[in-house]
């Protein structure tokens, strides 16, 4: 979490730049691609997250949205790593609540709603809990 908040810091203050993503098709027709760079100065990093989808997929047995990861550090300028986009993701989108708990939710607070029981659902509920220190109850709605 302390890399996320840092990280969003260091975007503010003009420290990380992240350029207009370019996007190749539409979801809703035949599918998609989608490029998301960023360049960590701070870290040495740069990165690129390849976005793919069309829920064609679905019926092959794929998930409609899929995502890699490429890491090169700047010293060489070389891939240091490929990674699976989904896990990452998924943890950084509910650091990214987990932070919000911590900056503007209530200290007292003691119950927090859920929509959706997915994967983002549960791992939002894990953030929260490292976060709500007193939270007792949890309302969820799904579809």
């Known amino acids: 979490m302390k890399y996320s908040e840092k990280a969003y810091i260091a975007k503010a203050s003009g ?22 760079t960023a360049l960590d100065e701070e870290l040495g990093v740069a990165r690129v997250k390849w976005l793919s989808g069309t829920n064609r997929n679905v019926a092959r047995g794929f998930k409609a949205i899929n995502a890699i990861y490429v ?32 900056h503007l939710a209530r200290k007292d607070s003691e119950t927090l709603a859920i929509l959706s029981v997915g994967l983002q659902g549960r791992t939002h509920l894990e953030a929260a809990v490292c976060e709500l220190k007193i939270l007792n109850r949890v309302m969820v709605w799904n579809v």
């Open 71 to 102: 890491l090169s550090e700047n010293d060489t300028m070389l891939p240091v790593a490929i990674m699976d986009a989904g896990y990452i993701t998924r943890i950084r989108t509910a650091a990214v609540s987990a932070l919000a708990f911590r």
């Open 15 to 36: 420290r990380i730049h992240i350029p207009e993503s370019p996007q190749l098709g539409k979801f809703e027709e035949r599918g998609f691609y989608k490029g998301y």
